[in-house]
Nanobody, 126 residues
Framework: QVQLVESGGGLVQAGGSLRLSCAASGRTFSSYAMGWFRQAPGKEREFVAAINWSGGRTYYADSVKGRFTISRDNAKNTVYLQMNSLKPEDTAIYYC???????????????????WGQGTQVTVSS
């Protein structure tokens, strides 16, 4: 079982940066692929970024590619999302999620994730 707790959200002006963190409990963190998703008011939850167990493979949504960077520190049981050049349309609740598979491969599909955090609010003002 993995429990996830996000932090680092807040209010930032357009063009600014934030770094989200997701701390995981459990000794098997390195066995999980991790993902970040977001949900804006009135919209469905959408994929943002994902990373495999080692950090050697990453996926990004086209809308954040080149601006956001996902990384992980298995020694600290933590995954990060560095968000630069933020835009008002990035405003959403951001969730981290853990996915176990034999290969610990990342996925863009939220239905393939087994564990979710409670979310952290990111608000970008124009």
């Amino acid at each position: 079982q993995v429990q996830l707790v996000e932090s680092g959200g807040g209010l930032v002006q357009a063009g600014g940066s934030l770094r989200l963190s997701c701390a995981a409990s459990g000794r098997t963190f390195s066995s999980y692929a991790m993902g970040w998703f977001r949900q804006a008011p009135g919209k469905e939850r959408e994929f943002v970024a994902a990373i495999n167990w080692s950090g050697g493979r990453t996926y990004y949504a086209d809308s954040v590619k080149g601006r956001f960077t996902i990384s992980r520190d298995n020694a600290k049981n933590t995954v990060y999302l560095q968000m630069n050049s933020l835009k008002p349309e990035d405003t959403a609740i951001y969730y981290c999620a853990a996915r176990w598979s034999v290969t610990s491969a990342p996925s863009r599909d939220l239905d393939e994730y087994d564990h979710w955090g409670q979310g952290t609010q990111v608000t970008v003002s124009s």
